[in-house]
């Protein structure tokens, strides 16, 4: 059967509203190296070496505490390339972090917030 057309094919971006958009570009730049454009964002490319080939789209039901301690209704998973560099830069700029595990089933995850709170979820994926 022919697949039909009008249907999502991926995640085109992801916008974040901000007390203070420049201090969160800073943080994001600085702190997790993002190359962050003079339009105010970053694109991030699919083909990365290393980068997974897709992208999950994961609805949690509202009891759930995924997300704790943030207050936002989102979280941001990005995808890395080295996660103990990761972590080692973190904790250069003083990013506690809140979780890790080296030993998930899909590989290296760790879990930090950003200044405006929001839970972001570093993650290595399992090399073949």
Known sequence: MAEQAGHVTGVGGVFIKSNDPQALINWYREVLGLDVQSWGGAALAFDAPGHPPKVSWTPLPESSDYMAPSKREFMINFAVDDMDAIVARLTAHGVPILKRDDDDAFGR???????DGTKIELWEPKRS
Do not use: G
């Open 109 to 115: 995850f760790a879990w930090i917030q950003d200044p």
